[in-house]
C-alpha cells in the first residue's frame, strides 16, 4: 500500500496564509496524480486542486488565485499552499495520489487520514 500523511493545517485568522504538506511512502510505486480534497462539516468532499507529474492541473473555482499545489516528485510530496483564507475555507483537507506499483503493475489509489484546517473571521 502507499501511505499518505499531511501536515501543516490549524488556526489562521482569515486573509492569513497556511501551507499543507503530504508525503507518499510504501514499497516501489509510481505516483501519477496527486490531489487536495476538503470536506466542510455537513458538506460532501469537494476538490480543490490537482497536479501531475508535469505540474498543476485544475483548481476549484472558489480558491483560484489563493491557492497554489505544486508537488516534489523526487520526494513523491504535494504541497498546497493557501493564501488570503477565508472562513468558507475551513475544512478537513485530504492528499490523494493516484499510480501504479512497479513490481505488480497494480493501480493504487489512496487518501491521507486528513488534517484540520480553520479560518477563524
Known amino acids: 500500500q502507499v501511505r499518505l500523511v499531511e501536515s501543516g493545517g490549524g488556526l489562521v485568522q482569515a486573509g492569513g496564509s497556511l501551507r499543507l504538506s503530504c508525503v507518499a511512502s510504501?514499497?516501489?510505486?509510481?505516483?501519477?496524480?496527486m490531489a487536495w480534497y476538503r470536506q466542510a462539516p455537513g458538506k460532501q468532499r469537494e476538490l480543490v486542486a490537482t497536479t501531475t507529474t508535469s505540474g498543476p492541473g485544475h483548481y476549484t473555482e472558489s480558491v483560484k488565485g489563493r491557492f497554489t499545489i505544486s508537488r516534489d516528485n523526487a520526494k513523491n510530496s504535494v504541497y498546497l499552499q493557501m493564501n488570503s483564507l477565508k472562513p468558507e475555507d475551513t475544512a478537513v483537507y485530504y492528499c490523494h495520489a493516484d499510480g501504479t506499483f512497479l513490481s505488480m503493475s497494480r493501480a493504487f489509489h489512496s487518501w491521507g487520514q486528513g488534517i484540520q484546517v480553520t479560518v477563524s473571521s
Open positions: 510504501g514499497n516501489r510505486f509510481h505516483i501519477n496524480g
